[in-house]
C-alpha cells in the first residue's frame, strides 16, 4: 500500500510561479510510475505530466502544459514535484499525484493504483 501526500498549491497571479510536492510512504517509491493530474469544476480529471522509473527516465506531458510545467523526482526523497511556470488561469485545478506498479498507460487514470487527495492550484487573472 502507497499513500500519497500533495502540497504547495495556492492562490498565484497569472505568470506566476508554483512547485507541487508529491511524497509517498513505503519502501519502493522508486519502482513506481509516477504522474499529476488535475481536475477544475466541472470537467474530467485529466492527465498532466508522467515520469517513468529507472535511471533512464522518460516523460510525458499534455499539450497544454508542454514548455511551461516539469515533473521530476527525487528517489531519496520519496517524492515526485511538478514545477509550473508562466501559470495561466486555465491551470486553475485540483492537482492530484498518482502512482502506478506497472506501466500500461501514462494518461489514463484508471491505469493508476494509488492516488493523493489533492492540492488546489488557484490562478487569478
Known amino acids: 500500500q502507497v499513500q500519497l501526500v500533495e502540497s504547495g498549491g495556492g492562490l498565484v497571479q497569472a505568470g506566476a510561479s508554483l512547485r507541487l510536492s508529491c511524497t509517498a510512504s513505503?519502501?519502493?517509491?522508486?519502482?513506481?510510475?509516477m504522474s499529476w493530474f488535475r481536475q477544475a469544476p466541472g470537467k474530467e480529471r485529466e492527465f498532466v505530466a508522467y515520469?517513468?522509473?529507472?535511471?533512464?527516465?522518460?516523460?510525458a506531458y499534455a499539450e497544454s502544459v508542454k514548455g511551461r510545467f516539469t515533473i521530476s523526482r527525487d528517489n531519496a526523497k520519496n517524492t515526485v514535484y511538478l514545477q509550473m511556470n508562466s501559470l495561466k488561469p486555465e491551470d486553475t485545478a485540483v492537482y492530484y499525484c498518482?502512482?502506478?506498479?506497472?506501466?500500461?498507460?501514462?494518461?489514463?487514470?484508471?491505469?493508476?493504483?494509488?492516488w493523493g487527495q489533492g492540492t488546489q492550484v488557484t490562478v487569478s487573472s
Open positions: 498518482a502512482a502506478a506498479q506497472a506501466f500500461r498507460s501514462y494518461s489514463r487514470a484508471n491505469d493508476y493504483d494509488y
Open positions: 513505503g519502501r519502493t517509491f522508486s519502482s513506481y510510475f
Open positions: 515520469i517513468s522509473t529507472g535511471l533512464r527516465q522518460y516523460y
